[in-house]
C-alpha cells in the first residue's frame, strides 16, 4: 500500500480500515489481518507511556515506536504522528517529518488545518506523503479542556469546510475527521478528493480508525463511546494470569 494508492480507493469498495500500533507484535498482527493503514500514533501517550495526554510525547518517543513498527515490514501503509509542537515552522516540520521517515514511516501526520498550511505545503514539497487531520484536535486538549464534537453549528461546520479545502489543495491523500459532526463528515467526505478517515464521526467517512488497544479493550483507564465492540479481552487475559498463577507448584525442598 502506498499513499497514493490509498487515496485512488476512494469511493472504490468497501470503507478503509485504519488502526494503531506501537511496535513490531502488533503491527505484525494487524497486517496479517489485512489492515490497509497502520498509524503509529501519539496516543501511544496514554496507552502505552501512561501520560495523561498526548501533549507530552515527544520526537524521540515517536521514533523510537516508529522503528519498532516498521521491523515488520508491513504491507499496510505506515504512518508517524508528528508530535506536540514537532512542527511549528516550516523548517522544523519539514525536519521532524524526515526524521520519522528515516525512522520507517511512508507518510506523516499533523493536527490542524489552514493554521498549518505552509507546513504542511513544505512537508508535501520535499516528497513526504502527508495526512492530515481536523475536527477534534487531542493536542489542543489544554486549551480544549476536554473531548467535544466539532462542526454542529454554522461557524464549526464553515470552519471544517475551509480547513477540508485548504487540505485539498494542499494535496493530502487523507485526513482523520475526529469526532466531526456525522452530518459536516458526510459532506467533507462529498466534496473531498481526499479519503477521509473518521473516528467518532459517523458512518459515511471514506474509512474508520481506532486506537487497537481500545477495540481490543485493553486500553488502560478509559474506552471512548464510539467503539461499538466491547470483546473485554483485558478481562480474558487478566483471567489467563490468574490462572497461571494459581497452575504453580510450591518448590519441593529437600
Request: glycine fraction near 10%.
Amino acid at each position: 500500500m502506498t499513499a497514493a494508492r490509498l487515496r485512488s480507493l476512494k469511493g472504490q469498495g468497501p470503507p478503509i480500515a485504519a488502526l494503531t500500533a506501537y511496535d513490531y507484535p502488533l503491527t505484525k498482527l494487524l497486517d496479517r489481518a489485512g489492515v490497509p493503514l497502520i498509524l503509529v500514533g501519539d496516543s501511544l501517550g496514554m496507552v502505552v507511556l501512561g501520560y495523561p495526554d498526548t501533549t507530552l510525547v515527544t520526537m524521540a518517543d515517536m521514533e523510537h515506536h516508529i522503528r519498532a513498527a516498521a521491523r515488520a515490514r508491513p504491507r499496510a501503509l505506515l504512518v508517524g504522528d508528528l508530535p506536540y509542537r514537532s512542527y511549528e515552522t516550516p523548517e522544523a516540520a519539514v525536519a521532524n517529518a524526515r526524521r520519522l521517515v528515516a525512522a520507517g514511516a511512508e507518510a506523516v501526520k499533523a493536527e490542524g488545518g489552514g493554521e498549518i498550511l505552509p507546513q504542511i505545503r513544505a512537508i508535501i514539497a520535499a516528497g513526504i506523503p502527508f495526512m492530515g487531520h481536523i475536527g477534534m484536535l487531542p493536542q489542543h486538549i489544554l486549551e480544549e479542556g476536554k473531548y467535544r464534537v466539532k462542526g454542529k453549528d454554522d461557524a464549526g461546520r464553515a470552519k471544517l469546510l475551509a480547513d477540508a479545502a485548504a487540505l485539498a489543495g494542499a494535496g493530502v491523500f487523507a485526513v482523520v475527521l475526529e469526532l466531526v459532526a456525522p452530518s459536516v463528515a458526510r459532506e467533507i467526505t462529498a466534496r473531498s478528493p481526499f479519503v477521509t478517515i473518521g473516528i467518532g464521526a459517523g458512518p459515511d467517512c471514506d474509512g474508520q480508525i481506532l486506537v487497537t488497544t481500545d477495540l481490543f479493550g485493553t486500553s488502560p483507564d478509559f474506552i471512548p463511546k464510539h467503539v461499538a465492540l466491547r470483546p473485554d479481552l483485558a478481562g480474558k487475559m487478566r483471567a489467563v494470569v490468574q490462572e497461571w498463577i494459581a497452575s504453580l507448584t510450591p518448590p519441593t525442598l529437600s
